[in-house]
């Protein structure tokens, strides 16, 4: 076990460095890097003093080691628009867009595993068909437009709920949340509810085909001849076996919903740091774009790397065969 | 190729036409196809069949500015789905809109079909470091989603069709790399290639005439959703503001303009370009469901 973790954070530490090498190449040597760093608003001796700061008038490998050395320290440079450091701004918005991917989670697995395990049962029934057809319809509506149709039904026609905006928050461990209040939880739903269609389409197709490989399994008829209820079989002997493929895809999606964010964030104006992305490149604020650059691709190393160390002390077989795939 | 085929007698189903007939064994998939057919067609003919040239200002009246649809003109014709705030109709603008995103979306496809698939076979024909190399930056970029990858290199890029069709290539080429490679890995170790290498032939003529046709079935299976996909991702980046410029409007760009109107009620100029849009996806994935299970050599009877 200590080996294999050992190799993967050797491996995920690879990968962070070739980003960072990326990025560098990206900003430095395709770009000039004077227009990429400084704000085109300052003035001649603030570019001089930038330019010294980042070591621009260096060779070019002191100036990568000085650009991974900042970005050790945190400092990723300024925001041309907020004037703050580009790093807490991201940071400070994470909180939202963190809120807002762990809502649409949890409806994806509490809507979608149900109706997946349906469907599965009764695949050849209108029941099964239906709900896979209307899996198709959430692979196929494009998120934005479905996000645009709900606040068109429900915030525009019915004008139940908002269309936009985060709503009251509390704080919760000094962070800002929305789901504690009525008026945030009114602003959460429809978001929530858009950036969670998709993961339920393919939440329902991996407990469909996950039911109807288990409910030819030996122990499942086993436990119908034991004489166990129908309801036993179902919510204990099969759902336990369908979870463990399903939450290791969900586990994996995480970042994927935090990257789609970027979409629910800019149609239902929630503040969050995908909405802060858009912005940024929308107003050429490109220190902020290149920080949430390298803090996303970091997440997405460390989303990859706890998935992979919990999938292995769950499935001892991954450890012993070498390689995690 | 050619001698089997001469060889065939004429009672003997030629692989297409077996591919052809089990195919259209869902009334489904047919449907879809002939829909998709129509729209493509649409697309092809747009001068000739909408009732107005949207982008010509002359033809355009801001009289009929934001008319719900069905209204009729200033001029006595009527505007089926409704006009934006500059009076064009949206039912040409729609047709016009589909064709930008079809050519970005089968544009940026073909390309990153044929990049990914020549570095796939290459990887997988030739083997060792290289396939190494290649197979670590195939997994790198999948590691990421593909909106992501797209809108950093559109914050880089900057915009315009050019750069969302690069965009759109370098997110999907990956997906072909690998697709072939698994593919090729199989049909590599086979007799035929065998064969052609003791013909001496040139490596060049093995892969692409020989060990290609072989990996196709899986690529066309992945082209065909990957079209769908391009079609999404064009659109929901043209929304975000990153895609395709004002003066060539795609469908997503139609969603967006209409954007604010539908805060005040005014649905249509945000609807029907997205039911338009819905339709073009939902019909590619369905003819791409129907081809997985066709070309699926696990189910071949």
Request: aromatic letters at 8%; hydrophobic letters at 55%.
């Given at each position: 076990m200590?080996?294999?973790?050992?190799?993967?954070?050797?491996?995920?530490?690879?990968?962070?460095?070739?980003m960072?090498?990326?990025?560098?190449v990206?900003?430095y040597?395709?770009?000039?890097?004077?227009?990429?760093?400084?704000?085109?608003?300052?003035?001649p001796?603030e570019?001089?003093?930038?330019?010294?700061?980042?070591?621009l008038?260096?060779?070019?490998?002191?100036q990568?080691?000085?650009?991974?050395?900042?970005?050790?320290?945190g400092?990723l440079?300024t925001s041309?628009?907020?004037?703050e450091?580009?790093?807490r701004?991201?940071?400070?918005?994470?909180p939202?867009?963190?809120?807002?991917?762990?809502?649409?989670?949890?409806?994806?697995?509490?809507?979608?595993?149900?109706?997946?395990?349906i469907?599965?049962?009764?695949?050849?029934?209108?029941?099964?068909?239906?709900i896979?057809?209307?899996?198709?319809?959430?692979?196929?509506?494009?998120n934005f437009?479905?996000?645009?149709?709900?606040?068109?039904?429900?915030?525009v026609?019915?004008?139940?709920?908002?269309?936009?905006g985060?709503?009251?928050?509390?704080p919760?461990?000094?962070?800002p949340?929305?789901?504690l209040?009525?008026?945030g939880?009114?602003?959460?739903?429809?978001?929530?509810?858009?950036?969670?269609?998709?993961?339920?389409?393919?939440?329902?197709?991996?407990?469909?085909?996950?039911?109807?490989?288990?409910m030819?399994?030996?122990?499942?008829?086993?436990?119908?001849?034991?004489?166990?209820?129908e309801?036993r079989v179902?919510?204990?002997h099969?759902?336990?076996?369908?979870l463990?493929p399903?939450?290791?895809?969900?586990?994996?999606?995480?970042?994927?919903?935090?990257?789609?964010?970027?979409?629910?964030?800019?149609?239902f104006?929630?503040p969050?740091?995908?909405?802060l992305l858009i912005?940024?490149?929308?107003?050429?604020?490109?220190?902020?774009?290149?920080?949430?650059?390298?803090l996303?691709?970091?997440v997405?190393?460390?989303?990859?790397?706890v998935?992979?160390i919990?999938?292995?002390?769950?499935?001892?077989?991954?450890r012993?065969?070498?390689?995690?795939? | 190729?050619?001698?089997?085929?001469?060889?065939?007698?004429?009672?003997?189903?030629t692989?297409?036409?077996?591919?052809?007939?089990?195919?259209?064994?869902s009334?489904?998939?047919?449907?879809?196809?002939?829909?998709?057919?129509?729209?493509?067609?649409?697309?092809?003919?747009a001068?000739?069949?909408?009732?107005?040239?949207?982008?010509d200002?002359?033809?355009?009246?801001?009289?009929?500015?934001n008319?719900?649809?069905?209204s009729?003109s200033f001029s006595?014709?009527t505007?089926?789905?409704?006009?934006?705030?500059?009076?064009?109709?949206?039912?040409?603008?729609?047709?016009?809109?589909?064709?930008i995103?079809?050519?970005?979306?089968?544009?940026?496809?073909?390309?990153?079909?044929?990049i990914?698939?020549?570095?796939?076979?290459?990887?997988?024909?030739?083997?060792g470091?290289?396939?190494?190399?290649?197979?670590?930056?195939?997994?790198l970029q999948?590691?990421?989603?593909?909106?992501?990858?797209?809108?950093?290199?559109?914050?880089?890029?900057?915009?315009g069709?050019?750069?969302?069709?690069?965009?759109?290539i370098?997110?999907?080429?990956?997906?072909?790399?690998?697709?072939?490679?698994?593919a090729?890995?199989?049909?590599?170790?086979?007799?035929?290639?065998?064969a052609v290498?003791?013909?001496?032939?040139?490596h060049?003529r093995i892969?692409f005439?020989?060990?290609?046709?072989?990996?196709?079935?899986?690529?066309?299976?992945?082209?065909t959703?990957?079209?769908?996909?391009?079609i999404?991702?064009e659109?929901?980046?043209?929304?975000?503001?990153?895609g395709?410029?004002?003066?060539?409007?795609?469908?997503?760009?139609?969603?967006?303009?209409?954007?604010e109107y539908?805060?005040?009620?005014?649905?249509?100029?945000?609807?029907?370009?997205g039911?338009a849009?819905?339709?073009?996806?939902?019909?590619i994935?369905?003819?791409?469901?129907?081809?997985?299970?066709?070309?699926n050599?696990?189910?071949?009877r």
């Amino acid at each position: 076990m200590l080996a294999y973790l050992i190799r993967r954070l050797f491996q995920a530490a690879i990968t962070i460095v070739v980003m960072a090498v990326l990025v560098f190449v990206g900003i430095y040597a395709i770009g000039n890097p004077i227009d990429v760093l400084i704000s085109p608003e300052a003035d001649p001796a603030e570019i001089e003093a930038a330019i010294r700061r980042l070591g621009l008038d260096q060779p070019l490998w002191r100036q990568f080691l000085l650009f991974v050395g900042n970005a050790l320290r945190g400092d990723l440079g300024t925001s041309f628009v907020h004037n703050e450091p580009a790093l807490r701004l991201i940071i400070e918005r994470m909180p939202a867009t963190l809120e807002l991917a762990v809502a649409a989670m949890l409806i994806s697995i509490f809507l979608g595993i149900p109706l997946g395990m349906i469907a599965g049962l009764r695949h050849d029934r209108p029941s099964g068909r239906g709900i896979m057809a209307a899996s198709i319809l959430g692979f196929s509506l494009p998120n934005f437009w479905q996000g645009m149709m709900l606040i068109m039904l429900f915030a525009v026609w019915a004008g139940w709920l908002p269309s936009g905006g985060r709503g009251d928050t509390v704080p919760l461990f000094g962070v800002p949340v929305s789901f504690l209040t009525l008026n945030g939880l009114q602003h959460l739903v429809l978001p929530a509810i858009n950036l969670a269609l998709f993961k339920t389409a393919l939440v329902i197709r991996l407990s469909r085909a996950g039911t109807r490989e288990v409910m030819l399994q030996d122990y499942v008829k086993f436990a119908r001849a034991k004489g166990l209820s129908e309801r036993r079989v179902v919510l204990v002997h099969m759902l336990k076996n369908i979870l463990i493929p399903v939450v290791t895809v969900l586990g994996l999606e995480f970042g994927s919903v935090i990257a789609f964010a970027v979409v629910t964030e800019t149609v239902f104006a929630w503040p969050g740091m995908g909405k802060l992305l858009i912005d940024s490149i929308l107003n050429l604020d490109r220190p902020v774009v290149v920080a949430y650059l390298m803090l996303i691709v970091f997440v997405f190393i460390l989303i990859n790397l706890v998935v992979d160390i919990v999938y292995s002390l769950l499935d001892p077989r991954v450890r012993l065969s070498g390689r995690a795939e | 190729m050619s001698e089997s085929r001469t060889l065939a007698a004429p009672v003997v189903e030629t692989p297409f036409m077996r591919f052809a007939r089990q195919f259209a064994e869902s009334r489904v998939a047919v449907l879809s196809l002939f829909g998709l057919a129509l729209v493509v067609a649409a697309a092809l003919f747009a001068p000739w069949i909408t009732p107005q040239d949207p982008y010509d200002l002359a033809q355009l009246d801001i009289m009929d500015g934001n008319l719900p649809p069905m209204s009729e003109s200033f001029s006595g014709t009527t505007y089926w789905l409704g006009t934006d705030d500059q009076g064009r109709d949206m039912l040409s603008a729609i047709v016009y809109g589909i064709r930008i995103s079809l050519a970005v979306g089968a544009g940026s496809t073909l390309a990153a079909l044929l990049i990914g698939c020549s570095v796939g076979l290459i990887a997988a024909f030739y083997g060792g470091r290289l396939e190494n190399f290649v197979m670590r930056v195939v997994d790198l970029q999948l590691s990421f989603p593909a909106i992501l990858v797209a809108l950093i290199l559109l914050a880089v890029l900057g915009r315009g069709v050019d750069k969302v069709l690069v965009a759109l290539i370098i997110v999907q080429w990956a997906y072909y790399a690998r697709t072939v490679r698994g593919a090729a890995l199989v049909e590599r170790r086979k007799e035929y290639i065998e064969a052609v290498r003791c013909l001496a032939l040139s490596h060049r003529r093995i892969l692409f005439r020989h060990l290609l046709p072989n990996c196709l079935p899986p690529v066309i299976v992945v082209a065909t959703v990957q079209v769908g996909n391009a079609i999404a991702l064009e659109a929901t980046l043209s929304f975000l503001g990153v895609g395709v410029p004002i003066t060539e409007p795609s469908l997503g760009l139609l969603i967006a303009n209409g954007y604010e109107y539908l805060l005040s009620g005014q649905y249509w100029i945000s609807f029907f370009p997205g039911v338009a849009l819905l339709l073009i996806i939902v019909f590619i994935n369905l003819v791409g469901d129907q081809l997985r299970d066709v070309l699926n050599p696990r189910l071949q009877r």
